[in-house]
T-cell receptor, first 112, second 120 residues
Framework: GEDVEQSLFLSVREGDSSVINCTYT??????LYWYKQEPGAGLQLLTY?????DMKQDQRLTVLLNKKDKHLSLRIADTQTGDSAIYFC????????????FGSGTKLNVKP | GAVVSQHPSWVICKSGTSVKIECRSL??????MFWYRQFPKQSLMLMAT?????????EQGVEKDKFLINHASLTLSTLTVTSAHPEDSSFYIC????????????????FGPGTRLTVL
């Protein structure tokens, strides 16, 4: 089946940039997503990218997609303590775009 | 808008009992809801797709007689863990698509806060 992998932890200082990486195996992925999960809350969609795009920028967030290497990254500029959370990447494919495959999540810790 | 709630947020039960978890879309209608299971430090695993007014579609390896899903209205889906055992202890998360909404990405799934189930 499809496999989505992420590193488990990332620690940065406030004001620095954070880069969270994700790799996936399904070459037919249509959409790739980044979700944020704060304690006690549901997953919140941060951004998504369609598979025919290389980059997408939305305020402090930049998503880079390397389709050849099946590598997705999320860059958070000027990271704030409020950005501390678990970040999940996910993908859905052309066969069933409702079916999401999630990575294990990267816990981002922002130190003041 | 597009809020999904779950109830209860946590539950502890004895082995052999059944537990019902509710998933509600609070401000939109959802013909399709999804149930996920999340183990500690692991990814969310899709268990089943809940379809309003029809049978749920279960993923491979998920026992449909063990995890009963009912989607009786456009705003409510329930997951019942029958004859629960300690290995069923997990974090259960539901999500829903706002298929009629036109203000955001149409493929977005809105997630509930999750239900922590502990079976003793």
């Amino acid at each position: 089946g499809e496999d989505v992998e992420q590193s488990l932890f990332l620690s940065v200082r406030e004001g620095d940039s954070s880069v969270i990486n994700c790799t996936y195996t399904d070459s037919s992925s249509t959409y790739l997503y980044w979700y944020k999960q704060e304690p006690g809350a549901g997953l919140q969609l941060l951004t998504y990218i369609f598979s025919n795009m290389d980059m997408k920028q939305d305020q402090r967030l930049t998503v880079l997609l390397n389709k050849k290497d099946k590598h997705l990254s999320l860059r958070i500029a000027d990271t704030q303590t409020g950005d501390s959370a678990i970040y999940f990447c996910a993908e859905s494919g052309v066969r069933n775009f409702n079916k999401f495959y999630f990575g294990s999540g990267t816990k981002l810790n922002v130190k003041p | 808008g597009a809020v999904v709630s779950q109830h209860p947020s946590w539950v502890i039960c004895k082995s052999g009992t059944s537990v019902k978890i509710e998933c509600r879309s609070l401000d939109f209608q959802a013909t399709t809801m999804f149930w996920y299971r999340q183990f500690p430090k692991q990814s969310l695993m899709l268990m089943a797709t809940s379809n309003e007014g029809s049978k749920a579609t279960y993923e491979q390896g998920v026992e449909k007689d063990k995890f009963l899903i009912n989607h009786a209205s456009l705003t409510l889906s329930t997951l019942t863990v029958t004859s629960a055992h300690p290995e069923d202890s997990s974090f259960y998360i539901c999500s829903a698509r706002d298929e009629l909404g036109d203000t955001h990405f149409s493929n977005e799934q809105f997630f509930g806060p999750g239900t922590r189930l502990t079976v003793l």
